[in-house]
């Protein structure tokens, strides 16, 4: 079955009661199929053997028996609950136990929770495949946690601090540092996911996203028309160098 969690859960685990509704030894005759235990008779076409044994010349040949289907029992009053189905469907409800760090599209296995086995057979197990709703701005990379962070243009180059939240629900201090480029990825030691195994936890790795300033009004595109005039090479050295790199391909 599937089971969809938030982010939050599961990055710190959770416990989920489910309903699962699947098939269990029949309560009234306890899985014998039977209305009462003598009406359970030994075949006699295969003496209780549950398989018939036939030779054809230099040939030996081994079968169901027919008439049992190979149980080698014959049920002469089935019982009144489940016709003689040895099981009947019912809901049931299981506490699901979520680790801390599991991820989108992991299976969990809940052993013995699955169909009763049959003929007294141990019953099957369930598997719940997991679904992690996105979150609002954390992505999963592994054990990593990826979150953008838009700053300004004056703040990337300028410099400055910034507090960002965590997956922990806690927040961190980040230094940006004067000059930063877009696509910078820091990285915050600690922050991201447990690993599911329990081989410790990843980094939260924080993205700079510079922001091109829109809207502007007249005063603040005088600024920049002033800024841009007293702007140097110096101040550009990536640009300068694909325009270098522009020349030497045209020329």
Avoid: W
Wanted: glycine residues 12%; contains cysteine.
């Amino acid at each position: 079955m599937n089971l969809t969690i938030t982010f939050e859960e599961s990055i710190k685990g959770v416990e989920k009661e489910i309903a699962v509704t699947n098939y269990v030894n029949c309560p009234k005759c306890h899985g014998s199929g039977a209305a009462t235990p003598s009406d359970i008779k030994t075949c006699s076409r295969c003496h209780g053997k549950g398989q018939l044994h036939q030779t054809r010349g230099f040939f030996s040949m081994t079968t169901p028996c027919p008439q049992c289907k190979g149980q080698g029992k014959i049920i002469t009053t089935p019982c009144s609950e489940c016709a003689g189905n040895c099981q009947v469907k019912q809901k049931q409800k299981i506490q699901v136990k979520i680790p801390p760090g599991v991820d989108n599209g992991m299976r969990l296995r809940m052993a013995g929770h699955g169909d009763a086995g049959i003929g007294g057979a141990p019953a099957g197990d369930l598997y719940i495949s997991i679904s992690v709703k996105p979150h609002e701005f954390f992505e999963r990379q592994g054990d990593d946690i990826l979150l953008d962070l838009p700053v300004s243009f004056p703040e990337a180059a300028l410099g400055c601090k910034k507090e960002i939240p965590t997956p922990s629900g806690q927040t961190a201090r980040l230094q940006i540092k004067e000059g930063i480029q877009t696509g910078t990825v820091m990285r915050v030691r600690g922050e991201g996911a447990p690993n599911v195994h329990g081989q410790g936890t990843g980094d939260m790795l924080v993205r700079v996203l510079v922001e091109t300033p829109v809207s502007l009004s007249d005063k603040q595109k005088d600024l920049l028309k002033a800024f841009s005039e007293l702007e140097g090479e110096h101040n550009s050295p990536r640009r300068r160098g694909f325009l270098d790199k522009v020349k030497a391909f045209f020329s």
